[in-house]
């Protein structure tokens, strides 16, 4: 039997300033919810966090709303259905779910995913199965129209987004470029996932070394830092490059600014007429009702061939999620941050 | 019967300094050239003069090689066999043709390009159902996408390519607003294009106007300014919104700087991420074989019809070419830049 109390992570208060802080959480014990008509009672296996989280956490305007104080905080996890009042679901079907920070949930069935789990773990469908694997391939398919023989840069290169990129850019026959902050970043790009080469940002040779890294230019730059390394990118675009932004991080963590002092944006544009360039924004959601489905055909037939590698970095206990929230906005993760919110024991039960 | 004599206007040497003058031309006669096998002998009826024109006077690296000293300028033109050596062509025949600047030319027949007059003025297909006409037509339909509602913004709206960009935006059903320097030009975008809004960009209150032009904000831009006009167009871009990218004049001429103190770049690169706008630069060859014959077919239609207005800047006589091309240099056209180079007493008798 599973146990009869619910744990919940709430917002208590939001963050005074832009650094939140373990403050700014309160764990919960709550009865198990009791599902209604057409509700199936969920066990949440694996909760996913994910950037956004931090901006939910204030009370400003944005695309969705925020999370109100003394609720659960939100979030998509992979669960298990302990109990269905629904004709679509039964008891151990693997779902994917908004179920927010919570043990356990009642939810209505219409809106979850039923997921394949057939050689597949669960945890995928929250990383490179889940969003943001399909913010990489969607972007380098869509956008990026990759051909064979062709030269891919990728920045975050280790991020859940950039290491999915770079090992699809290698499977379609391209030359991958990765850029990392630090060694062991780098050598895990060349040693692990099988980059060309890969580029320290941290470097004082920066510029040098990526244009040693691309000695035929690049025609594919998903970019998802801005800043500097734009600057060192925009010289190294070939003629018809397509260049696919799905994130700007040095606009959200200071670091990484270019110099300011030149007329980069004149600079930039006259890139973008004389050699033809395309720059395109997007959110992955542009794409999903179109796409999504052949993103899970090929990304999943690569993963159970062993073709993809993704990194998770696990921490156990749904009240340790407020502590690997702040330690992955500051930078301290090393793969996809996932909390093992289903306990070991209850997991050895199953 | 024609002359037996031929006149040509050669680069007689290299502009010192960037304002080419009429000293770097000379007139010359030559004798009529005779046909080899398989060449036509033309007679030129309108050179086009083109800004790429100025480039070639200078013995630089470039796409094209310059021309020669004591060469014919180069040019385009729309022509008149009068002799034949080849079975595609009769004489009476109009054709467009790299003629360069020259009275007649005896040239391979298997360059030459045979036109349909039936309806359409020759001289069309150097401007508006030409290289200029082509570079409106293709950057709207292949990247710009219009959709009937949208709202459409072209600069250098009076322009050969701007009048076209702005008149089939209407044709397609959007709301087209031109931007142009001085209120005569603006008067003419209304008045005789009939553009829902016209914006002067020497207003003080350009950024302004241009918003108030544009109440549901900007769909498709079509840029082919560049630098301040930028800066006031980014803010007024709708999610998803297209930005093809053909020309920025201000980085030839000079004017129209934007303000370089804040960073424009990293605005315009946010602007793409969270608007997932594109933006796209390209020249009208990429286009040529896919989309030219589409082209020719919808804008030769309009132009029967009467839907389309193009505007002619007409230069008489041949040894007028040198000024013509430097009041272009100097902006002070009004309309495509033509020059007729048969003599009406030519005319008369064909």
Same mark, same amino acid.
């Given at each position: ?117 057939? @050689?597949?773990?669960?945890? $995928?469908? %929250?990383?490179? =199965? ?8 969607? +972007? &380098?398919? /869509? ?83 801005? @800043?500097?390394?734009?600057? $060192?990118? %925009?010289?190294? =675009? ?8 799905? +994130? &700007?991080? /040095? ?83 090393? @793969? ?15």
């Amino acid at each position: 039997m599973e146990s009869q109390q619910a744990t919940q992570v709430v917002l208590a208060s939001r963050p005074a300033t832009a650094r939140a802080s373990l403050e700014n959480f309160r764990v919960e014990t709550t009865p198990l919810p009791v599902p209604g008509a057409g509700q199936v009672l969920l066990r949440v296996d694996t909760l996913s966090l994910d950037p956004y989280m931090r901006g939910r956490m204030n009370d400003a305007r944005s695309y969705a709303k925020p999370a109100g104080i003394g609720e659960p905080m939100p979030g998509e996890s992979v669960a298990t259905v302990l109990e269905s009042h629904s004709a679509e679901f039964v008891p151990g079907d693997v779902v994917l779910a908004q179920t927010g920070w919570r043990s356990h949930v009642a939810m209505d069935a219409a809106g979850l995913k039923k997921l394949d789990v057939d @050689g597949i773990e669960a945890s $995928a469908y %929250l990383g490179v =199965l889940g969003m943001p694997g399909f913010t990489a391939w969607s +972007g &380098l398919e /869509v956008i990026g129209k990759p051909k064979a023989g062709e030269t891919l840069v990728v920045g975050a290169a280790t991020g859940p987004v950039g290491s999915l990129v770079g090992q699809l850019a290698k499977l379609a026959g391209l030359r991958a470029v990765g850029i990392a902050g630090g060694p062991k970043k780098c050598a895990y790009l060349i040693d692990v996932l099988g980059f060309d080469a890969a580029i320290d940002h941290r470097s004082p040779n920066f510029a040098q070394e990526l244009e040693a890294a691309c000695p035929n230019g690049i025609d594919v730059y998903f970019e998802n830092i801005g @800043g500097a390394v734009w600057n $060192a990118v %925009l010289p190294l =675009l070939n003629q018809y490059a397509r260049v696919p932004v799905c +994130g &700007l991080m /040095v606009q959200q963590s200071g670091t990484l600014q270019h110099d300011t002092s030149a007329d980069y944006l004149a600079a930039t544009m006259r890139a973008v007429l004389t050699r033809s360039l395309q720059i395109r924004g997007y959110i992955n959601y542009e794409f999903t009702e179109q796409y999504f489905d052949s993103f899970l055909r090929e990304v999943g037939t690569f993963l159970r061939e062993g073709k993809i590698k993704h990194l998770e970095d696990v921490t156990v206990g749904l009240e340790n999620a407020p502590q690997a929230l702040l330690n992955m906005i500051d930078g301290r993760n090393f @793969g996809k941050v996932l909390v093992q919110v289903r306990s070991n024991a209850s997991a050895s039960r199953s």
